[in-house]
């Protein structure tokens, strides 16, 4: 908790597919500041358990699980790896299928308590990017600058389409619509860290953005406040 307190913090936090993930990766690179993708976190936990064959919806047997878990985030050219014991499972990371694995151990609060100080822990100067669904409300809740961004549901389903398309994964556009709306009123409607802004957080609606347009105003906004 300590090395939370005195490194610079910016929180990202954002609804599924609001493109949390790239713009935080961008600030980061731009800053040379540390990267925490929390949401990464969740998803290598939801499949951890599921190959081990741990229950998603018993907390008891996921919070040894997250104490433990066998991960390991590797810089590569640029690009962020990460590995489950061993195995580069970056891409698959980002499926629906592991998301929806993420969202059901996310709901219950030891999981998120065993995953506390493991994320606080990657507080580091000279400075964190911190990407998530709860970086702003209770992870960093002391973080200078916290960034809440979104887009409409039906944007963020066709960044998701184009997305999963040049991975080569099939999909369906009007089915990841269907799936963000209700991931949404999971994420929002949860009784443990529901996904809201922060009271002091800046909202960015990127429906209308660009990439550059939005990784500029969050700069811009860093700058006012001598982060940078």
Not at 134 to 161: N, W
Not at 165 to 182: M, T
């Amino acid at each position: 908790m300590a090395a939370a307190s005195m490194a610079k913090v910016i929180t990202i936090d954002g609804p599924v597919s609001s493109g949390k993930g790239t713009i935080a990766r961008k600030v980061a690179q731009r800053l040379g500041w540390h990267l925490l993708d929390s949401g990464a976190l969740y998803r290598l936990l939801g499949l951890h358990a599921r190959n081990l064959g741990v229950s998603l919806d018993v907390p008891e047997g996921l919070v040894p699980l997250a104490r433990e878990l066998p991960c390991r985030f590797v810089e590569k050219n640029g690009e962020l790896l990460i590995e489950l014991d061993g195995v580069d499972v970056s891409d698959y990371l980002r499926t629906e299928e592991v998301g929806e694995l993420a969202s059901r151990v996310a709901v219950h609060q030891p999981v998120r308590d065993a995953l506390l100080a493991r994320q606080q822990g990657f507080a580091q100067s000279p400075g964190l990017i911190a990407d998530g669904r709860d970086m702003g409300t209770v992870v960093f809740r002391a973080a200078p600058l916290k960034i809440y961004l979104t887009a409409s549901p039906e944007e963020r389903a066709r960044r998701r389409y184009n997305q999963l398309k040049e991975k080569g994964f099939d999909a369906n556009l009007a089915a990841l619509v269907e799936d963000i709306r209700n991931r949404d009123e999971r994420d929002m409607g949860r009784d443990v860290a529901p996904l809201k802004p922060a009271e002091d957080a800046l909202v960015v609606d990127s429906t209308d953005m660009t990439i550059d347009a939005v990784l500029d105003r969050i700069l811009s906004e860093a700058q006012q406040r001598n982060l940078v």
